[in-house]
């Protein structure tokens, strides 16, 4: 059964385009596998040579056969776009693939019959023959990210960073032997930290020296990211779990905890009032 689909492999290299043609031949050699080259052309020129191409392509074939561009990059692949849609052939398509892999596996597909939409996917497909742990054997490893180098940071607060989460980020910074700074200002400083105006979301960059710095960096950085809850809120929880303390006005006093209060603090019996 003859194949019903060709390829032009278009390149700006000639060279590099009938190389191309010559490995997939071997492969697929009742495949049509035409070259063409358009070195250091302009647009207009290389898409009338893609055009011409096509023609002498298509006389080869029946009326009912399709044509896949190949291209590698730069004007080869805006030629075959614009010769497309010049064009306007359902049958002529550009292929999606790496240039020699691509190729082969479409003309192959071609060669057993497959029809112009599984040409396509054999072609998109071929770009799983780079795997990523090939691509990590041949890539030199990421360099490692120092833990001492100046960190950003997006502040978690709920409120902006008013005095009382200041104040405790300040303790949480000049809590290590370490000079920590929060967009390069000293965070040692609760007035400095306020002058920022910092708003909830928003970057910050904190930096840190010192023999602890990482320690301070961590400390810090934990701090500033916390989805801390309203300062407002936070008072009146810390005001809902403090006991009240005894003897306020309108409480009346259970016996037992008056005689354990009065045996804590060390005091005798009260004085019973004698009648006159």
Known sequence: MRPKTAFIIVSQSQTLARGV????????????????????????????????????VMEKMAEQDAIVLMADF???????QQVITD???????LGRGPLIEGTAAGAVAAAQGADLAEVLRSISAAAQFFPDEDAAD?????PAMD??????????????LSARPAARLARIATGFDAGVTINDID???????????????????????????????????????????PESQEIATRQQAEPQAAGQPGEALD????????????????PVSLEK
Do not use: F, W
């Not at 492969?27 to 052309?41: K, N, R, S």
């Not at 064009?87 to 398509?93: A, F, H, K, N, Q």
């Not at 041949?138 to 990421?142: N, Q, R, V, W, Y």
């Not at 016996?255 to 009260?270: D, F, Q, Y």
């Open 87 to 93: 064009l306007g052939e359902r049958s002529l398509r």
């Open 147 to 160: 833990p001492l180098a100046p960190r950003t940071v997006v502040y978690g607060g709920a409120e902006p």
């Open 138 to 142: 041949i890539l030199p490893p990421a």
């Open 21 to 56: 043609c010559e490995v997939v031949a071997t492969l697929a050699p009742e495949v049509i596998v035409e070259p063409c080259g358009c070195h250091d052309e302009g647009l207009g020129t290389a898409s009338q040579i893609v055009t011409t191409k096509v023609s002498e």
């Open 187 to 229: 965070a040692g400083s609760v007035l400095a930290l306020m002058g920022l105006k910092v708003q909830p979301g928003a970057e910050l960059r904190i930096a840190a020296e010192g023999a602890e710095s990482r320690r301070a960096l961590d400390a810090v950085e934990a701090e500033l990211s916390a989805p801390n809850a």
């Open 255 to 270: 016996p037992t905890a008056s005689a354990e209060l009065i045996k804590r603090i060390g005091v005798g019996p009260l």
């Open 74 to 80: 730069g004007a080869a692949r805006l030629a075959c």
